[in-house]
């Protein structure tokens, strides 16, 4: 999947995948087929393997280092260096070195991503396939969270729009549900909602009337939450307490940015075309 707008100065991969990009109608159609795939997974690349890509791409693994050549890069060793590069966790990363944690901070992290851990787990769950589904497939998304989490539904509103059309970030008190007026479409409506301790006393009515005009619900809650099942389609718990002053709100954002991932690779759309039209709006806008 191309690369968005990044913290990251551009890198030689950054290049390279330009590259790739620009001249993947030109390829045979062998090579084509394993452009496409690093173009769409950069970001799981480094896990790959010349054999994985290669099978995953329906192509010889010969294939795969006949494309990279093509684009001046030396076959898959020099490939994994760009990678390890551009995504290493090791060693410095932008000009900082990884310091030891004490012992309480220590635990604390391992309390955190054993957090994330819990929602990558649920990745290949029923509820997980049909959150994903669900907002690839709806004619419209919205999105909505409470309070504390607001922000973080707002946000995932925004990402999820650049992979797919209507989406809107819904706010119950500032419009009174006006969005919802007009009946569903026929191609469905989806209702992604953040909801955490203590609960937003308007969410589960927001659900319910949502089911009553046909939508569907995704809910993204923790681990206590008790009105979800039995009502929502799909619900994907991600763990909140971990012994932070304020629960933990890491495992919400691995899930909402697991999905909007997840809804890029299953929808329809050209990804690839509109996030370049995205960069070329924001450029024209001269923000950066």
């Given amino acids: ?19 790739i990009e620009a001249g993947m109608a030109d390829l045979p159609k062998q090579e084509a087929k394993v ?9 799981s690349i480094p896990l790959e393997t010349g054999q994985s890509i290669a099978s995953k791409a329906g192509v010889a693994e010969i ?13 898959m060793k020099e490939f994994k260096a760009l990678l390890r590069q551009r995504y290493s966790v090791s060693g410095e990363v932008m000009g900082r070195k990884k310091t030891e944690l004490s012992r309480d901070w220590q635990e604390q992290l391992t309390v955190e991503m054993h957090g994330v851990q819990m929602v990558y787990d649920q990745m290949e769950t029923p509820a997980f396939t049909q959150a994903r589904d669900l907002l690839a497939g709806s004619g419209e998304v919205y ?73 569907g619900v995704v809910l993204i809650t923790d681990e206590y939450c008790h009105w ?10 991600a763990p909140s307490k971990t012994g932070l002053f304020l629960e933990s709100t890491l495992g919400l954002h691995a899930a909402a940015s697991l999905l909007v991932h997840a809804t890029a690779e299953a929808g329809g759309a050209d990804v690839a075309g509109r996030m370049q039209a995205w960069k070329r709006m924001s450029h024209r806008l001269k923000l950066f």
Wanted: charged letters at 25%; proline letters at 4%; a negative charge.
């Fill in 228 to 237: 979800a099942q039995g009502l929502a389609d799909a619900v994907i718990n």
């Fill in 35 to 43: 452009a496409q795939y690093i173009l769409l997974n950069l970001a």
């Fill in 63 to 75: 294939t795969v280092g006949r494309m990279l050549r093509r684009f001046d890069c030396a076959g």
């Fill in 143 to 215: 999105v909505t969270g409470f309070q504390t989490i607001r922000g973080l539904a707002e946000d995932c509103a925004r990402r999820l729009a650049l992979a797919r059309d209507n989406v809107r970030f819904l706010s119950g008190h500032d419009s009174m549900l006006s969005e919802w007026i007009a009946p569903v479409p026929e191609a469905g409506s989806c209702l992604m909602m953040f909801d955490v301790i203590p609960y937003a006393a308007e969410a589960e009515m927001i659900a319910r009337i949502a089911k009553d005009r046909g939508a």
């Fill in 1 to 19: 999947m191309p690369i968005g707008f990044s913290s990251f100065s551009d890198a030689p991969l950054d290049e390279l995948a330009r590259k």
